[in-house]
Protein backbone atom coordinates (compact mmCIF):
# COMPACT_ATOMS: atom_id res chain seq x y z
CA UNK A 1 0.00 0.00 0.00
CA UNK A 2 2.71 2.53 1.26
CA UNK A 3 4.36 1.80 -2.66
CA UNK A 4 1.45 2.50 -4.00
CA UNK A 5 1.25 5.35 -2.64
CA UNK A 6 4.64 6.55 -2.96
CA UNK A 7 4.86 5.42 -6.89
CA UNK A 8 1.31 7.65 -7.54
CA UNK A 9 2.54 10.76 -5.43
CA UNK A 10 5.81 10.24 -8.09
CA UNK A 11 3.86 10.47 -11.04
CA UNK A 12 1.87 13.20 -9.44
CA UNK A 13 4.79 15.45 -8.90
CA UNK A 14 6.36 14.82 -12.20
CA UNK A 15 3.11 15.45 -14.07
CA UNK A 16 3.17 18.65 -12.16
CA UNK A 17 6.70 19.60 -12.58
CA UNK A 18 6.53 18.87 -16.39
CA UNK A 19 3.29 21.13 -16.70
CA UNK A 20 3.24 23.61 -14.10
CA UNK A 21 5.81 26.08 -15.64
CA UNK A 22 4.50 26.17 -18.72
CA UNK A 23 0.47 26.27 -17.56
CA UNK A 24 1.28 28.98 -15.06
CA UNK A 25 2.94 31.24 -17.79
CA UNK A 26 0.13 30.63 -20.57
CA UNK A 27 2.89 29.76 -22.60
CA UNK A 28 3.39 26.78 -25.26
CA UNK A 29 -0.64 26.21 -25.98
CA UNK A 30 -0.64 25.30 -29.38
CA UNK A 31 -2.09 28.44 -31.51
CA UNK A 32 -5.08 28.30 -34.10
CA UNK A 33 -2.85 27.53 -37.38
CA UNK A 34 -2.14 29.96 -40.17
CA UNK A 35 -4.43 30.36 -43.03
CA UNK A 36 -7.67 29.36 -41.04
CA UNK A 37 -7.36 25.70 -41.59
CA UNK A 38 -9.32 23.66 -39.54
CA UNK A 39 -9.90 20.11 -38.90
CA UNK A 40 -6.44 17.76 -38.35
CA UNK A 41 -3.38 20.00 -38.20
CA UNK A 42 -0.13 18.78 -38.55
CA UNK A 43 3.50 20.38 -37.04
CA UNK A 44 7.00 19.01 -37.31
CA UNK A 45 8.95 19.08 -34.10
CA UNK A 46 11.23 16.92 -30.96
CA UNK A 47 9.38 15.51 -28.01
CA UNK A 48 10.82 17.71 -25.12
CA UNK A 49 8.42 15.90 -22.61
CA UNK A 50 5.69 13.12 -21.81
CA UNK A 51 3.94 12.55 -19.62
CA UNK A 52 1.15 10.18 -19.14
CA UNK A 53 -1.52 13.03 -19.84
CA UNK A 54 0.53 15.30 -21.81
CA UNK A 55 2.98 15.76 -24.43
CA UNK A 56 5.52 18.70 -25.10
CA UNK A 57 7.02 19.06 -28.21
CA UNK A 58 9.67 22.21 -29.48
CA UNK A 59 8.50 22.45 -33.09
CA UNK A 60 10.66 23.84 -36.30
CA UNK A 61 9.85 26.93 -35.41
CA UNK A 62 11.30 27.28 -31.98
CA UNK A 63 8.54 27.58 -30.43
CA UNK A 64 7.27 24.67 -27.39
CA UNK A 65 3.62 23.55 -27.32
CA UNK A 66 1.80 21.51 -25.18
CA UNK A 67 -0.70 18.67 -26.15
CA UNK A 68 -3.13 16.46 -24.41
CA UNK A 69 -3.10 13.15 -25.06
CA UNK A 70 -6.22 10.54 -25.58
CA UNK A 71 -6.30 7.46 -23.70
CA UNK A 72 -5.31 5.62 -26.44
CA UNK A 73 -3.42 7.38 -29.38
CA UNK A 74 -1.30 6.08 -32.84
CA UNK A 75 2.44 6.30 -33.02
CA UNK A 76 4.03 5.03 -36.19
CA UNK A 77 7.08 3.00 -35.54
CA UNK A 78 6.76 1.78 -31.84
CA UNK A 79 4.75 -1.35 -29.94
CA UNK A 80 1.06 -0.60 -30.35
CA UNK A 81 0.58 -1.79 -26.83
CA UNK A 82 2.89 0.78 -25.29
CA UNK A 83 2.66 3.73 -27.55
CA UNK A 84 4.46 6.14 -25.16
CA UNK A 85 7.76 3.80 -24.92
CA UNK A 86 8.87 4.95 -28.14
CA UNK A 87 8.36 8.69 -27.31
CA UNK A 88 11.69 10.47 -25.17
CA UNK A 89 12.82 13.29 -25.20
CA UNK A 90 14.63 14.26 -28.47
CA UNK A 91 12.75 12.32 -30.70
CA UNK A 92 11.93 14.30 -33.68
CA UNK A 93 8.44 14.01 -34.46
CA UNK A 94 5.01 14.95 -36.85
CA UNK A 95 2.35 15.82 -34.41
CA UNK A 96 -0.99 15.18 -35.94
CA UNK A 97 -3.45 17.24 -33.30
CA UNK A 98 -7.30 18.73 -33.53
CA UNK A 99 -8.12 21.93 -31.29
CA UNK A 100 -5.98 24.59 -29.95
CA UNK A 101 -4.89 25.85 -26.63
CA UNK A 102 -5.19 23.46 -23.59
CA UNK A 103 -7.78 21.42 -25.36
CA UNK A 104 -5.69 20.40 -28.67
CA UNK A 105 -4.96 17.01 -29.13
CA UNK A 106 -2.84 14.48 -30.34
CA UNK A 107 -4.30 12.17 -32.73
CA UNK A 108 -1.40 10.44 -34.18
CA UNK A 109 2.39 10.93 -33.79
CA UNK A 110 4.99 9.40 -36.33
CA UNK A 111 8.16 9.40 -35.16
CA UNK A 112 10.80 10.68 -37.78
CA UNK A 113 14.02 8.08 -37.40
CA UNK A 114 15.16 4.91 -38.03
CA UNK A 115 12.16 3.07 -36.54
CA UNK A 116 9.14 5.60 -38.04
CA UNK A 117 8.85 7.33 -40.93
CA UNK A 118 11.49 7.98 -44.05
CA UNK A 119 12.06 11.43 -45.43
CA UNK A 120 12.50 12.15 -49.21
CA UNK A 121 13.00 15.98 -50.84
CA UNK A 122 12.21 16.87 -54.18
CA UNK A 123 9.57 19.17 -56.24
CA UNK A 124 6.05 18.42 -56.63
CA UNK A 125 4.50 17.12 -60.01
CA UNK A 126 1.09 16.26 -59.23
CA UNK A 127 -1.31 16.02 -56.51
CA UNK A 128 -4.09 13.70 -56.45
CA UNK A 129 -6.15 13.69 -53.35
CA UNK A 130 -9.14 12.06 -54.59
CA UNK A 131 -6.61 9.20 -55.81
CA UNK A 132 -4.51 9.37 -53.11
CA UNK A 133 -1.33 9.72 -54.40
CA UNK A 134 1.67 12.34 -54.69
CA UNK A 135 4.24 12.42 -57.29
CA UNK A 136 7.50 13.91 -56.92
CA UNK A 137 10.51 14.69 -59.58
CA UNK A 138 13.51 14.31 -57.94
CA UNK A 139 17.11 16.52 -58.54
CA UNK A 140 18.15 13.60 -61.03
CA UNK A 141 14.91 13.55 -62.33
CA UNK A 142 13.17 10.59 -61.89
CA UNK A 143 9.85 10.39 -60.43
CA UNK A 144 8.18 8.45 -57.87
CA UNK A 145 4.19 8.24 -57.27
CA UNK A 146 3.62 7.75 -53.34
CA UNK A 147 0.19 6.59 -51.93
CA UNK A 148 -1.64 9.27 -49.49
CA UNK A 149 -2.72 7.98 -46.43
CA UNK A 150 -6.41 9.46 -45.82
CA UNK A 151 -4.96 12.17 -43.13
CA UNK A 152 -2.62 13.32 -45.81
CA UNK A 153 -4.75 13.49 -48.67
CA UNK A 154 -7.70 15.51 -46.41
CA UNK A 155 -4.87 17.46 -44.16
CA UNK A 156 -1.32 17.75 -45.59
CA UNK A 157 -0.15 20.65 -48.16
CA UNK A 158 -2.73 22.43 -48.35
CA UNK A 159 -0.72 25.60 -49.46
CA UNK A 160 -0.35 23.40 -52.54
CA UNK A 161 -1.53 22.89 -55.94
CA UNK A 162 -1.09 20.25 -58.20
CA UNK A 163 1.70 20.53 -61.10
CA UNK A 164 2.85 23.83 -58.89
CA UNK A 165 6.56 22.59 -59.31
CA UNK A 166 7.08 22.94 -55.03
CA UNK A 167 9.80 21.93 -53.49
CA UNK A 168 8.54 19.18 -50.87
CA UNK A 169 9.30 17.28 -48.03
CA UNK A 170 7.32 14.32 -48.05
CA UNK A 171 7.51 11.63 -45.08
CA UNK A 172 6.74 7.85 -45.85
CA UNK A 173 6.63 4.28 -44.54
CA UNK A 174 7.79 1.81 -47.21
CA UNK A 175 5.63 -1.43 -45.65
CA UNK A 176 5.09 -4.66 -48.24
CA UNK A 177 6.58 -2.52 -50.89
CA UNK A 178 3.76 0.53 -50.88
CA UNK A 179 5.25 3.81 -50.32
CA UNK A 180 2.49 5.68 -48.28
CA UNK A 181 2.95 9.25 -47.15
CA UNK A 182 1.47 10.46 -43.86
CA UNK A 183 2.91 14.27 -43.88
CA UNK A 184 4.26 16.46 -46.59
CA UNK A 185 4.80 20.25 -46.40
CA UNK A 186 6.78 22.51 -48.58
CA UNK A 187 10.25 22.53 -48.34
Do not use: C
Given at each position: ?????????????????????????????????????????????????????????????????????????????VDPN????????????????????????????????????????????????????????????????????????RDSG??????????????????????????????
Open positions: MRASIRVTAIRIAAIAAFAAPALLAGAGQVKAPAGGQTGTVAVEGTVEGVSPNSLSVRTTDGTTQFFRLLEKIFVDGDELIGLKTGTPVVIHYSGTGPSATVQEVDRIDGSGLTIAEGFVTSISRDRGEITVRYDNETTETFKLTNRAARDLKSRHQTRVIVYYTNKHGVKEVHYFRKK
